[in-house]
């Protein structure tokens, strides 16, 4: 069962997106736009009421993206450590292996939207930062890593894993292997309880 | 003695610097920055060149006064994991405390510029991973640290630290001095020799 309509406005985010990838959201126009999907400005129109809504949809799709590639994944692994260190690993390889471009747009653009498309996102991302404090504070109470504030642990941890999209090189000295192995020996030997 | 044409181009850079901390430099035109400053834009061009020579000149002073504010007061501390330790402390402080506006834009527009300007920028960066990479590597040669791999340390400290840049915000439950002491002593122990 093919739904045109719906491949079709996908075409348009995956234009959409690459063009924003590249030159940012600003430098971009939905001239631009409608000429990568082959479309006059009014039949892009069409499609999507506003360059904002076109934003707010790729950001949607990556946040899609990021729930199916990192959370689905760990959500149900009962120990709190492992389930926080296979989340690392998938969350670097989404950065680095894939270099999604609508995480990467997520990441980059986070004080572009405005108002209620703003909230939207905010409440996705901020839902990620709760599963992680969930998990430290679980974590704390079995006793598998020190007392250390949960809040604090988490922005650490998604300080090492998400300033990997401004530097990462798929052809640097770093595979993206190496890099989630290295990242999480370092990350939670800090975590463990002082012998 | 003052130096009036040296003090007009440095209010033109402070103007410049604060309407592209607000709104980006894809959204901020010269027009904008001409009427910040009570000038014409024919009076702007006639202070700066192109609004990419603008940029680079903010990104140079912000450089100027991250190397001022950290790597000089940090630089001469002979024990490597105490050198690393306070420029730690003072890197976050320079994003949260100061919450510099022309360290933020060196940060988020790390794509903007272009080749010459680029390079100029990204080579006065990689000065600064390639002294922590160097702090750590004689860490490990002292035995204070374990033998990981330095590039890896230097790009996990400055994610901890950088990424500060996207979510923190001073009203919020962690205070800037509770926030660098909390990640010097998750990051720290991290690197402690195994007992």
């Known amino acids: 069962m093919s739904r045109p309509r719906d491949q ?18 600003e430098a971009t126009s939905m ?4 000429e990568a999907c082959g ?13 904002e809504a076109l934003l707010l949809a790729i950001m949607h799709y990556g946040m899609d993206m990021f729930d199916d590639m990192v959370i689905a994944k760990v959500a149900d692994i009962v120990d709190p450590v492992a389930r926080l260190r296979e989340c690392m690993a998938r969350n670097v390889a989404l950065v680095t292996l ?13 004080q572009t939207l405005t108002g209620a498309s703003r909230e939207e996102i905010n409440s996705r991302k901020k839902r990620y930062v709760r599963f992680l404090e969930a998990a430290f504070r679980e974590a704390i109470e079995r006793g598998q890593i020190r007392a250390v504030d949960p809040t604090l642990a988490a922005f650490s941890f998604l300080g090492v ?6 530097w990462y090189r798929a052809d640097g000295k770093l595979g993206p292997r190496q890099l989630s192995d290295g990242m999480i020996d ?3 030997e800090g975590l463990m309880p002082r012998s």
């Open 8 to 25: 079709r406005y996908h075409e348009i985010l995956e234009s959409a997106a690459r063009l924003i990838f590249q030159s940012g959201y």
């Open 161 to 166: 894993v998400l300033w990997t999209y401004k």
């Open 186 to 188: 370092l990350f939670f």
């Open 98 to 110: 894939d270099s999604s471009k609508e995480v990467t747009i997520i990441l980059h653009e986070h």
């Open 39 to 51: 479309l006059t400005k009014a039949g892009l129109y069409h499609h999507i009421k506003t360059k």
């Open 31 to 34: 001239q631009e736009i409608a």
